[in-house]
Nanobody, 117 residues
Framework: QVQLVESGGGLVQAGGSLRLSCSASGNVFSIYDMGWYRQAPGAQRELVAAITLGGTTNYADSVKGRFTISRDNAKNILYLQINSLKPEDTAVYYC???????????WGQGTQVTVSS
């Protein structure tokens, strides 16, 4: 089992920045790919950014150039640097970790990001 705990969310004005963190514990060596998802009220959960164990990254078009995903494998922490925040970035942000081949998928409890205009 793997436990994921997000932190770093909050209320910020448009144009501001936040850094989200996701600390992993438990059987962390089973985790290969990790990602950040978000879910706005009334909307489906969507992938924001993903990173492989080797560091290859992938971003949703809506966040390219503004969001940066990174991971510290030694500390078992996943990060999401969010710059130039927009009101439409308001959502609950979730951390996800998957085992090889996506056999198992783990989720954190989410952290709220609210952007005021």
């Amino acid at each position: 089992q793997v436990q994921l705990v997000e932190s770093g969310g909050g209320l910020v004005q448009a144009g501001g920045s936040l850094r989200l963190s996701c600390s992993a514990s438990g059987n962390v060596f089973s985790i290969y790919d990790m990602g950040w998802y978000r879910q706005a009220p009334g909307a489906q959960r969507e992938l924001v950014a993903a990173i492989t164990l080797g560091g290859t990254t992938n971003y949703a078009d809506s966040v390219k150039g503004r969001f940066t995903i990174s991971r510290d494998n030694a500390k078992n922490i996943l990060y999401l640097q969010i710059n130039s925040l927009k009101p439409e970035d308001t959502a609950v942000y979730y951390c996800n970790g998957e085992t090889l081949g996506g056999l198992d998928s783990y989720w954190g409890q989410g952290t709220q990001v609210t952007v005021s205009s």
